[in-house]
């Protein structure tokens, strides 16, 4: 198994671990696990000294926090928005299926008290980027339910692309000192890509993962007929936010097309 790549399976449980803080060969500074629930189900999520973030990937669930509820309903990761609650230490999250669903749970050291956030799929920005560039093969859309930028509290990011089938994402080459994790899905388990981590190539499968350590660069590319789900989320480090990318300078003329 790569450190860098890997392909994870759901255990008996119904659980998916993608990273662990603290790991001594690859340290993404969080804790990413994806659930897979079943109707009627419920998994709660509590942590004295970590934010979480609950996101929605598939399905239907209904949240519960502090006497609050919502649903989040999602039928199409590649076609439909996220749901996703934020939040801070000491705040339990019930979360209960409604149907066949999977979630994904993204936790990190946070000493900061915050109100907690449920982002429903009109709250968070979606862009395409690339459109119109080199023939549309790096459009892509990129939906982002939290940054630096409206949540300077959180030591973490959370967002999703979905790069358009036969074209490329994470585009042009680029890196940054925080650690990131990509989660992948496809709709159709026979599709694929390619991941490239530095001058390293790995084949996306259904449920692969990424765990991409600071500095290193990081484009993607899917397959024609398959377009690529992934969920992206970064760990700011201390006293140095995410906050843009660093483009490698021999893909600068690229960049420059794409503004």
Known sequence: MSLEFFHPEFDCHGVKILTCAGDPVNDSMMDIAVYRMDPGE????LSPDRETAVLLVLGKVR???RGNRETGARGSFIDQGPYLLHVSRGVEVAVTAEAESEVLVQRTENDRDFLPVFYRPEDCREDIFGEGVLEGKLER????VFDYKNAPWSNMVSGEVVNHQGGWSSYTPHHHPQPEVYY???ERPEGFGACFLGDRAYKITDGSCA???GGVT???VTAPAFPLYYCWMIRH???NPWT???VDPRYTWIDAKMK
Do not use: E, K, M, N
């Open 218 to 220: 990081h484009p993607q």
């Open 244 to 246: 843009d990318r660093i």
């Open 63 to 65: 949240f519960a926090w």
């Open 237 to 239: 480090l201390p006293g």
């Open 184 to 186: 992948y899905r496809y």
């Open 42 to 45: 419920t998994r709660s999520f």
């Open 211 to 213: 765990a991409i350590p």
């Open 141 to 144: 859309t990129v939906r982002t």
